[in-house]
């Protein structure tokens, strides 16, 4: 139905929760690592959008992207439990004569590849005295052959005490208090991030030595 007025209650509710993630320095940590690494893909991008794109959406944008990809062959029923016998033929009477949409051309922006050059980003706030060293390399997609290799990476880095960037950086060096890492499960290449929380009076500098090291 799309109701004005419940459009305009809700667009209050978006610019709240937009106001939140600025006010939470990860959020803007991830969000100023992701707008430095990614120079086109729509990754870089704030799941909200910005202030300007929320005040301007009208109930008509709203509707015409409703109409163009709410359709069954855009969705996935997914069916958990003790299902009866006649499961799929309660499906089709329920649903089964909701016209299908159609069939639309994604397109797809290619990020350029990675340039072999760091690029840096440095966030200073009065009201955080830890600091956070995020590091982040290209990632492969979900579907990629490489994904696995990734995968397993994660898990001998930062996965439980025994993974060794927790033995280096939290249990011999004790430079580290918490240390993980992160590989998204995506449609198009992401990145990999390694999160380290610094111990308070340690510099990050020698946390990323030893970490590179």
Not at 131 to 153: G, M, N, T
Not at 181 to 207: C, H, K, M, N
Request: aromatic residues 10%.
């Amino acid at each position: 139905l799309l109701d004005p007025q419940e459009i305009e209650a809700e667009r209050q509710v978006i610019l709240e929760e937009w106001q939140s993630s600025e006010d939470d320095p990860d959020e803007k940590l991830w969000e100023g690592v992701n707008t430095l690494a990614l120079q086109r893909h729509p990754y870089r991008y704030p799941v909200l959008g910005w202030p300007e794109d929320i005040h301007k959406l009208s109930r008509e944008q709203i509707n015409t992207h409703y109409s163009l990809y709410y359709h069954p062959n855009r969705a996935t029923l997914v069916l958990v439990g003790d299902l009866p016998a006649n499961a799929i033929e309660r499906i089709q009477e329920y649903f089964g004569q909701i016209p299908a949409g159609p069939d639309l051309l994604e397109h797809r922006i290619q990020e350029r590849p990675a340039s072999q050059s760091e690029r840096r980003l440095t966030l200073t706030r009065s009201d955080i005295q830890v600091p956070r060293l995020a590091v982040a390399w290209p990632a492969p997609a979900l579907k990629h052959p490489d994904y696995l290799s990734f995968l397993l990476i994660h898990y001998l880095l930062t996965e439980g005490w025994s993974s060794r960037l927790h033995q280096l950086l939290v249990e011999k060096n004790q430079v580290a208090t918490e240390v993980s890492s992160l590989i998204f499960e995506t449609q198009d290449p992401y990145l990999f991030w390694l999160l380290i929380d610094v111990q308070p009076g340690i510099q990050a500098s020698r946390v990323e030595t030893l970490l590179f090291e």
